[in-house]
C-alpha cells in the first residue's frame, strides 16, 4: 500500500490567494483527519470525517478554511483568502474506525508545508 | 474537557534507558497510544495500551496505569535515529468519535 498520499509537498503563495491541499487516504480506511502542525500551536486536528461525512469541525480556525470528502478516496482542504499565519505543516491521516477494530492507529501523510508570504 | 501533560524535552546518550511521561485527564478512556515524529517528517503510530500493563515492542515499551491517569514511553539501547518527538494521545470521548487529543509532544535528543 501507498501509504496516504498528500499534494503538494511544498506551497509558497501570496497572502489572499486560494490554496487547495488534497489528500487521498489508505483504501479501506473509513476516517480521515486533517490536522495542522506549528512550533507554537503543537499538532492540531482542524476536521475529521467518517465515511465521508464531516463529523467534527470545531478545530477549522474560520471560514477561509473549508473541507470537503467527495469521495472515499479523495479530500480536500481549501484555504482562501490564504494569510501569512496560515502558514504550517498541514497533515492527512486515516483510519480504519476504532469503534470497528478498537484499534487507535491513525496513519499520516507526508504533509503540505505551505509559506504564505 | 480533555488534556494530556508531557514534558516538553529529554536528553540522553547512546546505550542509555529514557522514560517518557504522560499524564491525562479525561472524562471518559479507551487508551493511550503513542507517535514518533523526526525532524520533518509526520507522526507514525508507536503503540496502544487500552489495559494496564506494560506492552513490549522491541526496545520500545509502553505502559499505561488507568487508575492513575498515566503511562509512559520506554526505550531501551538507545540509538541516535531514536532522536525525535514523542507524542501520547488519548481517544476524545466527547463526541464519541475517532477523533484523537494529542499531548503537546517530548522533544527527545540522543548525544553520542
Known amino acids: 500500500d501507498a501509504g496516504v498520499i498528500q499534494s503538494p509537498r511544498h506551497e509558497v503563495t501570496e497572502m489572499g490567494q486560494e490554496v487547495t491541499l488534497r489528500c487521498k487516504p489508505i483504501?479501506?480506511?473509513?476516517?480521515l483527519f486533517w490536522y495542522r502542525q506549528t512550533m507554537m500551536r503543537g499538532l492540531e486536528l482542524l476536521i475529521y470525517?467518517?465515511?465521508?461525512?464531516?463529523?467534527?469541525d470545531s478545530g477549522m480556525p474560520e471560514d477561509r478554511f473549508s473541507a470537503k470528502m467527495p469521495n472515499a478516496s479523495f479530500s480536500t482542504l481549501k484555504i482562501q483568502p490564504s494569510e501569512p499565519r496560515d502558514s504550517a505543516v498541514y497533515f492527512c491521516?486515516?483510519?480504519?474506525?476504532?469503534?470497528?477494530?478498537?484499534?487507535?492507529?491513525?496513519?499520516f501523510g507526508p504533509g503540505t508545508r505551505l509559506l504564505v508570504l | 474537557g480533555q488534556s494530556l501533560e508531557q514534558p516538553s524535552e529529554v536528553t540522553a546518550v547512546e546505550g542509555a534507558i529514557v522514560q517518557i511521561n504522560c499524564t491525562y485527564q479525561t472524562s471518559g478512556f479507551y487508551g493511550l497510544s503513542w507517535y514518533q515524529q523526526h525532524d520533518g517528517g509526520a507522526p507514525t503510530f508507536l503503540s496502544y495500551?487500552?489495559?494496564?500493563g506494560l506492552e513490549e515492542t522491541g526496545r520500545f515499551s509502553s505502559f499505561l496505569s488507568r487508575s492513575d491517569s498515566y503511562g509512559y514511553l520506554l526505550l531501551q539501547e538507545l540509538q541516535m535515529k531514536d532522536s525525535a518527538s514523542y507524542f501520547c494521545a488519548v481517544r476524545d470521548q466527547a463526541y464519541n468519535t475517532d477523533k484523537l487529543i494529542f499531548g503537546t509532544g517530548t522533544r527527545l535528543q540522543v548525544f553520542p
Open positions: 483504501s479501506g480506511h473509513n476516517s
Open positions: 495500551n487500552a489495559l494496564d
Open positions: 470525517f467518517n465515511n465521508n461525512v464531516p463529523i467534527d
Open positions: 491521516a486515516s483510519s480504519l474506525s476504532a469503534w470497528a477494530t478498537q484499534a487507535e492507529t491513525q496513519y
